[in-house]
């Protein structure tokens, strides 16, 4: 099993979502993320976590800087165990570029990275 | 991943290089490509579907952006992303006099950590002290030291170590050559905020990823010319028949030969030179 994650967005409810290939959001605004786990072996079909077992997902937004990695917890939607959310606030500022995920259920935790699953725009892009 | 609890940097951005304050007016960096950025600044109007069904899905493009990105990197010689590297470099004497003049394998540097004299068993026999190294030239690569402050005496709070290094450095000078005497650790990439990078940049990459996608599109044109009489009662096709992958195949070919070309400039030195 290869467990990724699909990115969410317009979500209104666990029916009324889009797909996306990333997240676009804004720096220094607060942010909740959606996804959606799936396993990657089986066509992209969706993974219910912790169907027996507890689950925990930490999202991690990495950077070569030990200060701006930001790991948060991911909240599982109730009325579907594949759907999460990872809420960010305005003091939150992660970077574009690949998220790393880290799913744990019981004692096993399986890691993975999504390429380029979010893009940060911000509002003075007049140098970098 | 690295620490960057002691650093140095110019505090300007990286592009434009030197700029100290932006006005806004104009966009010059953006995040990484993304496949409906490709799609909409050099696929428009061109169809990415294959006759025999196949097409290129938002994630192949994805992975082709990836590809394209990594291109660039070796094309450019030089990491997009903002990355940690730590080099020795040999002790030159007369660099040395030259306000010691290290030049760094990547560039532009973004950030010093650390500059120092370690032994073969890394060991720390003396680190520089960051007020010591002049950072204006970091977009070049170029680390120099440049001890005013100490030389003058106006140094303030400085340790014994960090005023003693003076007279380390003076005795070591008297050597000619030394092919691994100092560290640095630093940074390098394209843009000072991560996952940001210049706008020429993304470009670069868009037309690196584009050029491989209608490569790969153009090869499946099955025919060269097709007529049909007015009566439709005859038809005539022609086609390249068993050369209909050379072109994609030429292409792949120039391709491979420029990276083996760029990877062995990358993990092969073609030539040295010395004044020992």
């Known amino acids: 099993m290869r467990l990724s994650a699909k990115a969410l967005i317009n979500y209104g409810s666990v029916n009324q979502f889009d797909y996306a290939n990333q997240w676009i959001i804004r720096a220094n605004e607060p942010n909740t993320l959606y996804f959606q786990l799936v396993d990657l072996d089986q066509d992209e079909l969706r993974y219910m976590a912790g169907i027996s077992l507890a689950a925990g997902v930490v999202v991690t937004f990495p950077s070569v800087d030990d200060a701006q990695v930001i790991a948060a917890n991911a909240v599982q939607e109730t009325n579907d165990k594949s759907i999460w959310k990872v809420v960010l606030s305005s003091i939150q500022k992660p970077n574009s570029g690949s998220v790393v995920f880290a799913l744990t259920e019981g004692t096993v935790t399986r890691k993975f990275s999504v390429l380029n699953l979010i893009s940060v725009e911000y509002l003075n892009e007049g140098s970098c | 991943m690295a620490d960057f609890l002691t650093t140095k940097n110019f505090g300007t951005a990286i592009y434009p290089i030197h700029a100290n304050e932006t006005s806004g007016l104009l966009k010059r960096c953006e995040p990484f490509l993304t496949p409906e950025q490709l799609k909409s600044r050099f696929f428009k109007g061109i169809s990415l579907q294959f006759k025999n069904g196949d097409k290129f899905t938002d994630s192949d493009l994805k992975d082709r952006i990836n590809l ?53 068993d890394n060991n720390t026999v003396f680190e520089l002290p960051s007020a010591w190294i002049e950072a204006s030239n970091f977009s070049k690569g170029l680390v120099n030291v440049v001890p005013l402050l100490a030389a003058f005496g106006g140094a303030q709070g400085g340790s014994a170590g960090m005023m003693g290094g003076i007279a380390f450095l003076a005795v070591l000078g008297q050597s000619s050559f030394v092919p691994a005497f100092w560290q640095i650790s630093y940074t390098s990439g394209l843009s000072n905020k991560e996952g940001n990078v210049p706008v020429p940049v993304n470009e670069l990459i868009g037309c690196v990823a584009a050029i491989a996608v209608l490569s790969e599109i153009a090869a499946t044109h099955l025919y060269n010319s097709q007529s049909q009489s007015q009566d439709c009662i005859s038809q005539s096709s022609s086609g390249p028949g068993p050369n209909i992958y050379n072109k994609r195949i030429e292409d792949l070919t120039t391709k491979r030969d420029e990276i083996v070309r760029k990877l062995k400039s990358i993990f092969s030195s073609r030539w040295f030179v010395g004044n020992f």
């Open chain 2, 68 to 120: 394209a990105m990594n291109e660039a990197e070796i094309l450019l010689g030089c990491v997009i992303t903002r990355e940690a590297f730590k080099e020795k470099i040999f002790f030159d004497q007369s660099l040395y006099k030259a306000f010691v003049h290290i030049q760094s394998e990547h560039r532009p540097i973004i950030s010093l950590e650390q500059l120092a004299v370690v032994s073969s």
